[in-house]
């Protein structure tokens, strides 16, 4: 019977020369189901004063328009409960995508809610 614990997880990835990077995190272990209630980034460094910096948030199978979850222009640090109700089963991602961030430094995913383990 599976058992319901709390949900903390992060992954980081180190913007590249334009402020560009995807950060991902998902269930793992065979039988472990997500249930994400929010996600929140943060990023060192300060807002780029040209062009138009983006966060995008994806849960699923990969990055597209069906898995799409929010965005902000705030790459730096911003929270978001748009997740809340999604399930991630083994294989499935949440997927942090800055374009337009501060160049090379590093941004964090983070997810909290709920998971069930077996």
């Given at each position: 019977?599976?058992?319901?614990?709390?949900?903390?997880?992060?992954?980081?990835?180190?913007?590249?020369?334009?402020?560009?990077?995807?950060?991902?995190?998902?269930?793992?272990?065979?039988?472990?189901?997500?249930?994400?209630?929010?996600?929140?980034?943060?990023?060192?460094?300060?807002?780029?004063t040209t062009g138009t910096p983006t966060l995008f948030i994806?849960?699923?199978?990969?990055?597209?328009?069906?898995?799409?979850?929010?965005?902000?222009?705030?790459?730096?640090?911003?929270?978001?409960?748009?997740?809340?109700?999604?399930?991630?089963?083994?294989?499935?991602?949440?997927?942090?995508?800055w374009t337009g961030g501060p160049p090379n430094e590093t941004?964090?995913?983070?997810?909290?809610?709920?998971?069930?383990?077996?």
């Amino acid at each position: 019977m599976a058992r319901t614990v709390s949900l903390a997880a992060s992954a980081s990835v180190v913007l590249d020369s334009n402020g560009d990077g995807t950060a991902e995190v998902g269930p793992a272990v065979p039988g472990e189901v997500w249930e994400p209630g929010s996600t929140s980034i943060t990023c060192g460094g300060s807002i780029p004063t040209t062009g138009t910096p983006t966060l995008f948030i994806y849960a699923g199978n990969g990055i597209s328009n069906s898995t799409f979850i929010d965005s902000t222009y705030n790459v730096t640090g911003a929270s978001s409960s748009m997740i809340a109700g999604k399930r991630l089963y083994p294989g499935q991602q949440v997927f942090a995508v800055w374009t337009g961030g501060p160049p090379n430094e590093t941004a964090t995913l983070a997810v909290n809610g709920t998971r069930s383990v077996p």
